[in-house]
């Protein structure tokens, strides 16, 4: 008969700081290499859509005439598929934890806008 | 005349991760038969494959499940890499072979704290994941998720681990398998464990292999059945034999995943050891066209997918067969005749994993 | 290729002798699977032994599409086929255990016999960051 196996990680514990963190009074480094959020610069950006057309979850919406992109962080996967496709390398995952939220909004960028063209003398 | 009743088990139970019906018909306290009814997380994940390019649905994939993501990832991959002829560098099929045996270890201490939580042993439980947890960081990072990995491509990776990262990474294998040596005496010496698992749901070497299982519960059973020695990955130049049991009862299981995470821990060595420098992918170009059964080592048994393309963008059909839909009949088969008290034990010891099973 | 997977055509007809014919040899059944190409079922019948693979496939028109059951020659045929009997519609007769189309519990009958219908992603309301 084998008993009391457990006694020696038992005590080993008893004396030992608890393994879980007190989240979220301490709140979590991420390790570095966790993908995180996308975060687009507008600078580069053309609008050219691609990033939308190959996001798995369909999270991505490029307004070109608009010059508006437009992320749904809900639907958002972290797959790092746009920043791989993007010709113009202007998206990235910054690494931060998803902040909670409770409401279902897509977040906005706007482009500068382009001042309309003189009209024809 | 003994009186017979149906007790319903599921798809609530505290035992049970995900949802499966079980219509136990109970005499007494004795089980005489049990009826399973799936369906309660059909996602119809093989018909989104159709609308999509099939660069993409590797997310699809590895979304089929939570625990044995990385490997459907992998299945797929190798699927299309295979009709399509793609050659995939050696660095990255090492580096899969390292992931892959990362997570088997991480779905199988997983698994041992789930067999504990439905003994009632609950602190074994909160060790086993414990344990776990350190796994789960030294994937995150090397991958970025500590769930769905995202780090395999058509034509090989997408991440790769430097030399640093490869050290840190043994490190903490060591440190791991130091502590599952901790936990996994406890399993397998423990009276009050033994006294649960021995005996229980004894599957024979002939029924086991008629009744299509595979995986670990096939393995208990004495079929030395590994998928792992079709030579995928870098699985041919690595050397490790099938770990097998001859009992075939509840008991038998456990000692085998047990067994695994030594085996895999010892792979991710031999791997990091032999990793040869090179190109992480090659580029991919065209459509896949043809069709392909591919067969892979997962966790819990031998998962299959049949892919079949026309040429097009978009698979035409996208067919996975996981490892617990082969074993739900020796789950039925194992039910017939046991006690009520050990229908959890039992459910559990074929590692289900029922979002595989219903995608 | 990693291995080779032959595929023997075979007929309604000659399905459970063939298998039969398997598993007296040693082989054990590893899936079975359906794909619909237009108005055409192909099923598939796979087989493993030893790691060595072996497909047996019946391809046959969609309309009144019924085939005997291997259950009687592997019990755990009956899952496959109530499956595919569930999502496609295919009839198989005389399976061990006949859920009688109750064993996916899925939103419309037969989802994968009709054809994909797109689905447009619901839009919620949008708001730029502060």
Request: charged share 25%; glycine share 8%.
């Amino acid at each position: 008969m084998s008993l009391f196996n457990m006694s020696g990680l038992t005590l080993k514990w008893l004396f030992r700081r608890p393994f879980t963190r007190r989240y979220p009074f301490e709140p979590r480094k991420p390790v570095a290499g966790f993908r995180g959020a996308v975060e687009i610069n507008l600078g580069t950006c053309i609008f050219c859509g691609i990033c939308s057309k190959r996001c798995p979850t369909q999270a991505i919406e490029v307004d070109r005439g608009n010059k508006r992109w437009t992320i749904d962080r809900l639907r958002c996967l972290s797959c790092g598929l746009c920043t791989e496709v993007c010709p113009k390398k202007s998206l990235g995952l910054n690494g931060a934890h998803g902040v909670p939220t409770m409401t279902k909004d897509r977040e906005v960028f706007q482009g500068a806008q382009t001042p309309p063209s003189a009209p024809a003398a | 005349m003994a009186e017979r009743t149906i007790i319903p088990f599921g798809p609530q139970h505290p035992v049970l991760p995900e949802p499966i019906h079980l219509d136990l018909v109970v005499e007494d306290e004795k089980v005489v038969e049990a009826i399973p009814s799936i369906g309660f997380i059909h996602r119809g994940l093989e018909a989104l494959v159709e609308k999509r390019d099939f660069q993409d649905c590797v997310f699809v994939a590895e979304r089929i499940c939570g625990i044995c993501s990385f490997i459907h990832g992998q299945a797929y991959c190798q699927g299309i890499e295979e009709i399509m002829g793609i050659a995939v560098p050696p660095r990255a099929r090492y580096l899969r072979t390292i992931w892959g045996e990362l997570s088997r270890i991480h779905s199988h201490l997983l698994w041992l704290g789930l067999m504990a939580d439905s003994l009632g042993f609950e602190s074994l439980f909160m060790h086993s994941w414990r344990v776990r947890e350190r796994v789960l960081d030294v994937i995150e990072a090397t991958t970025g998720g500590r769930v769905i990995f995202g780090s395999c491509k058509v034509g090989g990776v997408r991440r790769d681990i430097d030399a640093e990262a490869m050290k840190t990474l043994l490190e903490r294998v060591a440190e791991v398998e130091r502590e599952t040596r901790e936990i996994t005496r406890v399993f397998i010496n423990d009276s009050t464990v033994k006294h649960r698992l021995c005996g229980v749901g004894a599957l024979s070497r002939e029924d086991a292999y008629l009744l299509g299982c595979v995986g670990p519960t096939l393995r208990a059973s004495g079929v030395a059945q590994d998928m792992r020695k079709l030579g995928y990955a870098a699985f041919n130049e690595l050397s490790f034999e099938p770990i097998t049991r001859s009992e075939g009862d509840c008991y038998a299981r456990v000692a085998v995943r047990c067994d695994e995470i030594f085996q895999s821990a010892d792979l991710i060595r031999q791997a990091a050891a032999k990793i040869p420098a090179g190109e992480l992918a090659v580029k991919v170009t065209g459509n896949p066209n043809g069709e392909f059964f591919t067969r892979v080592e997962q966790p819990r048994g031998e998962v299959i997918y049949y892919i079949k393309g026309n040429g097009a963008k978009n698979l035409q059909r996208f067919r996975v067969r996981t490892p617990t839909f082969a074993n739900i009949p020796a789950l039925v088969k194992t039910l017939q005749g046991c006690d009520l008290a050990d229908v959890p034990v039992l459910v559990l010891t074929i590692d289900p994993c029922i979002s595989c099973t219903e995608r | 290729m990693i291995e080779e997977q032959p595929t023997i055509a075979i007929t309604p007809a000659t399905l459970v002798a063939g298998v039969q014919a398997l598993r007296t040899e040693g082989w054990r059944l590893v899936q079975i699977g359906v794909t619909k190409l237009g108005d055409q079922f192909e099923v598939n019948y796979s087989f493993d032994r030893d790691r060595i693979f072996k497909n047996l496939r019946i391809t046959m028109p969609v309309a009144g599409a019924r085939l005997p059951s291997v259950s009687g020659v592997y019990w755990c045929a009956f899952l496959y086929e109530n499956e595919i009997h569930d999502l496609f519609g295919l009839a198989f007769d005389g399976m061990a255990i006949d859920f009688k189309g109750h064993f996916y519990k899925t939103a419309i009958p037969f989802p994968f016999a009709q054809a994909a219908t797109p689905v447009a992603p619901s839009k919620p309301a949008t708001t730029s960051p502060a």
